[in-house]
Nanobody, 118 residues
Framework: QVQLVESGGGLVQPGGSLRLSCAASGSIFSTNVMGWYRQAPGKQRELVATITSGTTTNYADAVKGRSTISRDNAKNTAYLQMNSLKPEDTAVYYC????????????WGQGTQVTVSS
């Protein structure tokens, strides 16, 4: 069974920075994609960024240039560094893991709140 534990959310002023962490445990196979999604009140969940086990990255246009996704494969942990935060970045941020082993299996974390406000 796979578990994803997120940390690092909180309240930050506009223009500030946060780093989110997502630690994965359980049956995590070498071929996988880790990512971050977010959901603001009244809106659908949307992609923020993903990173493959080979460290290929993909970013949503809304965060490109302000955010960096990275991972430590030895620790099965993904990170999202967010800079120049804006009020519209306020959302619950969810960690996502897609494992490719005998098919495709997707897992979600419980979410961590990020609030950007003065």
């Amino acid at each position: 069974q796979v578990q994803l534990v997120e940390s690092g959310g909180g309240l930050v002023q506009p223009g500030g920075s946060l780093r989110l962490s997502c630690a994965a445990s359980g049956s995590i196979f070498s071929t996988n994609v880790m990512g971050w999604y977010r959901q603001a009140p009244g809106k659908q969940r949307e992609l923020v960024a993903t990173i493959t086990s080979g460290t290929t990255t993909n970013y949503a246009d809304a965060v490109k240039g302000r955010s960096t996704i990275s991972r430590d494969n030895a620790k099965n942990t993904a990170y999202l560094q967010m800079n120049s935060l804006k009020p519209e970045d306020t959302a619950v941020y969810y960690c996502n893991l897609v494992v490719y082993y005998r098919g495709k299996t997707e897992y979600w974390g419980q979410g961590t709140q990020v609030t950007v406000s003065s």
